[in-house]
T-cell receptor, first 115, second 113 residues
Framework: GAGVSQTPSNKVTEKGKYVELRCDPI?????LYWYRQSLGQGPEFLIY????????DSGLPNDRFFAVRPEGSVSTLKIQRTERGDSAVYLC?????????????FGPGTRLTVL | KQEVTQIPAALSVPEGENLVLNCSFT??????LQWFRQDPGKGLTSLLL?????REQTSGRLNASLDKSSGRSTLYIAASQPGDSATYLC????????????FGSGTRLSIRP
């Protein structure tokens, strides 16, 4: 595809449930990033993949959050035992490599609402 | 810990005016600084990226400057148009992890026709 796509665009779930959020990066991009954006705030870094491996997962808030990228392309962010505080827009981005001059291209995000 | 601050949080100006958005960061050891635009319900679009060795970047009506020593950047928008209405986010990446971008909270800009 032409850009980064994310599915679903909206997800409503109940507290305690498990959710998966999917990101399809731009074809050929080796680096993939997940961010979380709360209302009125800038995006907050969660995790970054270079290829299949998580190069930096220091932004994951706790062990309920996990992300995978098994084939170095599509990535899934998984949240267990969701809490109301997890409600936010989850943004995915990709870049050609992870160099300092590489622009990150963002998807439209998945709006997660935990009731 | 790097912190990025943007002032003002919101700005409304009449069409045609030139305007400046401000960004400050606490740790001057950065790899680069970027300005992004975010439209409601959409992802972020990178507008300008300034490498740590550069002082400014220009694209069309946009000009971004970087003063690493003082921890400041400005985004200058010339001859503003209603289509410029959006949230503008400043973000930096640091030496410890060049790919980990730290964002400010943004300035919500509204251009009145």
């Amino acid at each position: 595809g032409a850009g980064v796509s994310q599915t679903p665009s909206n997800k409503v779930t109940e507290k305690g449930k498990y959710v998966e959020l999917r990101c399809d990066p731009i074809s050929g991009h080796t680096a993939l990033y997940w961010y979380r954006q709360s209302l009125g705030q800038g995006p907050e870094f969660l995790i970054y993949f270079q290829g299949t491996g998580a190069a930096d997962d220091s932004g994951l808030p706790n062990d309920r959050f996990f992300a995978v990228r098994p084939e170095g392309s599509v990535s899934t962010l998984k949240i267990q035992r969701t809490e109301r505080g997890d409600s936010a827009v989850y943004l995915c981005a990709s870049s050609l490599t992870s160099g300092e001059t590489d622009t990150q291209y963002f998807g439209p995000g998945t709006r997660l609402t935990v009731l | 810990k790097q912190e990025v601050t943007q002032i003002p949080a919101a700005l409304s100006v009449p069409e045609g005016e030139n305007l400046v958005l401000n960004c400050s960061f606490t740790d001057s050891a950065i790899y680069n600084l970027q300005w992004f635009r975010q439209d409601p319900g959409k992802g972020l679009t990178s507008l300008l990226l300034i490498q740590s060795s550069q002082r400014e970047q220009t694209s069309g009506r946009l000009n971004a400057s970087l003063d690493k020593s003082s921890g400041r950047s400005t985004l200058y928008i010339a001859a503003s148009q209603p289509g410029d209405s959006a949230t503008y986010l400043c973000a930096v990446s640091g030496y410890s992890s060049a790919s980990k971008i730290i964002f400010g909270s943004g300035t919500r800009l509204s251009i009145r026709p």
